[in-house]
């Protein structure tokens, strides 16, 4: 069974910082673009960032441009997102995704389960 499997969430502070982390397990995704997505309370699921499979390329979401970075160790096989300055709008369960095509902004095929992110003010 193909997994996506996040950790580092928690809960901190405004101004603080986080680095998320996302393992595969199953099969290898050191050929595909990854990415990450959030889900605040009572709103959908929106995009966050993307990384190519090389590492070479990136794009974030204009609210996280300049504070979040996402990056990946292939050798590790293993993708980030490194968050700082953290506000309490950034508060939502984080997503790992993988295999999608490049610039897109949706419709990843492979999922993780979520990890929570909380920010208090």
């Known amino acids: 069974q193909v997994q996506l499997v996040e950790s580092g969430g928690g809960l901190v502070q405004a101004g603080d910082s986080l680095r998320l982390s996302c393992a595969p397990s199953?099969?290898?995704?050191?050929?595909?673009?990854m990415g990450w997505f959030r889900q605040a309370p009572g709103k959908e699921r929106e995009f966050v960032a993307a990384?190519?499979?090389?590492?070479?390329?990136?794009y974030y979401a204009d609210a996280v441009k300049g504070r979040f970075t996402i990056s990946r160790d292939n050798a590790k096989d293993t993708a980030y997102l490194q968050m700082n300055s953290l506000k309490p709008e950034d508060t939502a369960v984080y997503y790992c995704?993988?295999?999608?095509?490049?610039?897109?902004?949706?419709?990843?095929?492979?999922w993780g389960q979520g990890t929570q992110v909380t920010v208090s003010s």
């Open positions: 995704a993988a295999s999608f095509p490049w610039g897109s902004r949706e419709s990843p095929t492979y």
């Open positions: 199953g099969r290898t995704f050191s050929r595909d673009h």
């Open positions: 990384i190519s499979w090389s590492g070479v390329g990136t």
